[in-house]
């Protein structure tokens, strides 16, 4: 798909000039009608323009798709045809990738696709449990609590990101100011300062020393320890992208991480269990559940967990039992579904453990965000006290010296 500049004129003859993405000519000269504008011309759009036009603005955002989800639902719960819902969005959309996705959904439904078919045509932007919702909405006639259920879910994804966001924006500030005070006093003030104090013939005492160590170390060594760091976490991006094993290894540490592995964990849990609790209320059967839940939990630790679990069950055995038998998965999500199993309540069941491990990790992200702080600030003056006393001591004993000698 690439991009056309157009004109065209409406039913009022007006000229409208705008870009829109599509496949070929014939494809712009159908979107446009359908939207009431008669092409006059269209070309492509330059190939440097259109890749940095794609590049900034193809990507789809959570809340462009929550706005999106949010408005078919509410415009089909009032009565109105899927077909104009989709066309009042796209006709008011403002970001022109998800409109040109949008105009897409309404030619193949108008073509005989069903909703949930036409997503499926953009993998990148709906994902696989997205579309799988829909066609159980669509099957069992329940598209829009369906709808509803996605829009929630997509609103607590992006919930659950703005606060862990929330909680790394002081302490990454906090890095880099701290990052950029540190390399000045190094590099500058320390080497400048004692210098003075060895020309004048004062002692040093041993924690001067060490902190003359470390501004030798990062006057002559930092950039190259900088570019070894970023030669690392390259080299560690591309392992990650190419080797399994590699992938295993990362997402095993970043559950045993301290203080962040444990919120990390419950979240993927929490992720998980709402998930399944939704999609199986939908009508997906309980494997597909399973299956789609490898991917949901973005853990290959989880994910094998959950992989082994599906195929005990397909085995014949049950799915409280397979859940017990993976060390990886928690007792008590393996509670919840064996009283789910007796009681045929299995969402419930799921949506239970949903609630437990939302709220756990909301407080952890609580507590995390109140101790990062104090943490941060004691650090910050560790540092800072350690360079005032290595270099304004020796200043105060030189002055103090002078003084007694005159």
Known sequence: MQYFNYRAIDSAGAVQCGRIAAISTVEVDLQL?????????????HAVISFLYGTRRARVTR?????????????TSAGVPLLDSLKEFRDGAEHKHLC?????LIDKIESGSSLSQACSAHRAVFRPIYTSMLKAGEDSGRLVEVLADLSSLLKWQDETI???????????????????????VMTWLVPSLLSFITSAGGELPWHTHWLIAVSNAITHHGLAALMLLVVGVISLSISLRGSSAARQWWHQLQLKLPLAGPVLYKIKLARFCRCAALMYASG????????HGESLVDNLVLSKALRSAREQVMAGEKVSNAFQSQRELPPLLTRLIRVGESTGGMDSAFMQAS???????RESIDRLEQFIGPVLIVFVGAIMSWVVLSVIGPIYDLVFSMQGAM
Do not use: N, W
């Open 100 to 104: 040109a996705i949008v105009a897409d």
């Open 162 to 184: 703005s606060s862990i966001q929330r909680v790394l924006i002081y302490p990454a500030f906090v890095s880099v100011v701290l990052f950029v005070v540190i390399g000045f």
């Open 33 to 45: 009608s359908r939207r009431g504008l008669e092409l006059i011309v269209c070309k492509p759009s």
């Open 355 to 361: 609630y437990f491990y939302e709220r756990a990790s």
């Open 284 to 291: 997906i059967t309980l494997i597909d559940t399973l299956k």
């Open 63 to 75: 809340r462009q798709l929550i706005d999106f989800t949010f408005h078919v639902q509410q415009m």
